[in-house]
Structures are given as structure tokens and as C-alpha cells.
């Protein structure tokens, strides 16, 4: 199948783009890298009449690294990001699982983020670093939102027709980290995956979104550590969906032992 026509405008700057997002409304999209959407598009799974290409809006790209909070701009390619020097080893380590280099190197943080695919590594890693998305409108201005706010469900984010995802806020992830998933061949998706940092418990590619374990969090700030009982409340908390790749409770099975794993790395 083919893309059905669609026209295309090229702004060059984030007033231009919120402008023809103001203008078009749920008419039009935003392209970032094009991995998920150019697919959406050549399926018809997506027909908008307007693709807003975000290439050459200077504001959206790049990252500041170095400080205690890092700033990554919505247009930021995840192989930027994993040339740095200054990038986390909890970010390079789930960054690594993100399909192959040639779609990291097309693919951008805020679209993966505003894609919202529930086995993706940015909105799990957004869920488990509490970060903050800011977004922005020609009308409203900005809001500032956190992750858990943000991530709505499956291809579903808070992000009205004519905002942009401007870019991704967090305290810098240091110290000890856990971060493992399972995907059928290296570069696929995760068929379910899971992160630890500072006490904070994040399971993705099971359910609907990525999803933290509050119970797990509680065992582990009791004093409760790595083991069958860990595990056992894991399984008791995922949600886990059935699909084409694997059951329910194959994801509930090998989450718990996955969030056994992330612990004990993180402890
Ligand atoms: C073969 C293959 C394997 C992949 N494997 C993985 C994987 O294992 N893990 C993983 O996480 N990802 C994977 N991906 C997805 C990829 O890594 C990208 O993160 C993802 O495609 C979205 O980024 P993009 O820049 O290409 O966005 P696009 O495809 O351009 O856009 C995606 C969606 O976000 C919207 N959008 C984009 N930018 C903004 C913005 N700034 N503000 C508001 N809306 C915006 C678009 O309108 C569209 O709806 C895979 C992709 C392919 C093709």
C-alpha cells in the first residue's frame, strides 16, 4: 500500500510550527524522524491531510547534558544522544534496545515519547525518572506535565492536535540502575522489559503503558530485597495483555523475574 496524498510544510522556527498546528488543528501532523509515522501513513493507518515537518525548527533540537538536570529537546535523534560523552549509563543502557542504529538514527526522543507505543524504552524511562514534558501551543502557551500525566494509554498521550512536545526534563539518573528486557531478536521490540533507579520500579511492554509497581516500591523500602516474595508481588502487579508475540502470562512470568533481576542491579 501507499501513502494516500498528503501535502507537506516545512517551518523554521516553533512559532511557524505551532502556527500551522494552530491553523490545521487534527488536519495536520507533526513528522519528527518519520519511523513510526511514515509506516502509520504507507498502512492508511493515519490520513492526515497536512504533514508539519519539524527538521529545521532550530528550538527542537539538541540536549544539555552536564548538568544535575538534563534538557532533552523533542527533535533530539536517539544516535545524538548516544554519542555523547555526558549521556547517563541508565539512558545509553535502555537506549541500546531501541531498534537497530539506522532507526536511531532517524528516530527522535519526542516522537518516540508522543508515539506512545506501550513496549517503547523513552515513555518507560520518562515514567521511571519522573520526568516532565513540556508542551506548547500558539493559543495556550506551555504546560509542563509529568510523565504519569502525559502517558495516557496505548498511541495516546495528553498532547492536543496543536501542540508540539517541546522537549523532556529530569534530574540526572546517577548512582546504581537496573534496566533488562526480552525481545525475540536484538532490535525488535521488547516483548516486556523493566527498570530500577532510586527505589522506583518501572515495567513496560506488559500492559496497555508502561506502568510503576507501587507495591514492589513499598516491599522494597520495608527492607524487602531481591527473591521469590519480590517476585511474587511483581507477578501480582503487572498488568500484562495477550497479543500476537506472547500471552498475558508469559509477560507477567517473565516480568516478575525481570523485576527481580533490575532490583538486585540496582541495589
Ligand atoms: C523497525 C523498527 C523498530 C523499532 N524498534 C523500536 C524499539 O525497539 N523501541 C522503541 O522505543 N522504538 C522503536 N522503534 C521506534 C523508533 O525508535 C522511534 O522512536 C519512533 O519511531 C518515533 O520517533 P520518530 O522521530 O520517528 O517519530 P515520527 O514517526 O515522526 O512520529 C511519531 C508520532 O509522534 C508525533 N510527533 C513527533 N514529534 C512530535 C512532537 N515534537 N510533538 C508532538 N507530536 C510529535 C507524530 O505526529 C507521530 O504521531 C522502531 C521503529 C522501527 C521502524
Do not use: N
Amino acid at each position: 500500500m501507499k501513502p494516500a496524498p498528503v501535502a507537506y510544510r516545512r517551518p523554521e522556527s516553533l512559532d511557524e510550527a505551532l502556527a500551522d498546528l494552530a491553523e490545521l488543528g487534527d488536519r495536520a501532523r507533526p513528522l519528527a524522524g518519520g519511523q513510526s509515522l511514515v509506516p502509520l501513513l504507507a498502512l492508511r493507518l493515519a490520513q492526515p491531510e497536512v504533514l508539519v515537518g519539524l527538521e529545521r525548527v532550530a528550538e527542537l533540537r539538541g540536549a544539555d547534558l552536564d548538568g544535575d538536570r538534563l534538557e532533552i529537546r523533542a527533535m533530539t535523534r536517539e544516535a545524538e544522544l548516544e554519542r555523547s560523552a555526558a549521556l547517563p549509563p541508565l539512558l545509553g543502557a535502555a537506549l541500546g534496545h531501541v531498534g537497530h542504529f539506522q532507526i536511531r538514527s532517524r528516530g527522535t526522543v519526542g516522537g518516540s515519547l508522543a508515539h506512545m507505543d506501550p513496549a517503547a524504552e523513552w515513555p518507560a524511562l520518562a515514567l521511571l525518572l519522573d520526568a516532565t514534558l513540556t508542551v506548547a501551543s500558539a493559543r495556550r502557551g506551555r504546560r509542563r506535565l509529568p510523565a504519569a500525566s502525559f502517558i495516557l494509554g496505548p498511541l495516546t498521550t495528553a498532547l492536543e492536535p496543536d501542540e508540539l512536545l517541546e522537549a523532556v526534563t529530569m534530574a540526572r539518573p546517577d548512582g546504581r540502575f537496573g534496566f533488562a528486557e526480552v525481545e525475540r531478536r536484538s532490535g525488535d521490540f521488547a516483548l516486556v522489559g523493566a527498570g530500577c533507579h532510586r527505589g522506583r520500579v518501572v515495567v513496560f511492554a506488559a500492559g496497555p503503558r508502561p506502568q510503576r509497581l507501587p507495591g514492589v516500591e513499598a516491599f522494597l523500602r520495608d527492607g524487602g530485597a531481591p527473591g521469590p516474595e519480590l517476585q511474587r508481588r511483581a507477578h501480582a502487579e503487572i498488568e500484562a495483555r495477550d497479543d500476537l508475540h506472547a500471552s498475558a502470562a508469559y509477560r507477567r512470568q517473565v516480568g516478575a523475574r525481570l523485576v527481580d533481576q533490575v532490583v538486585a542491579a540496582a541495589s
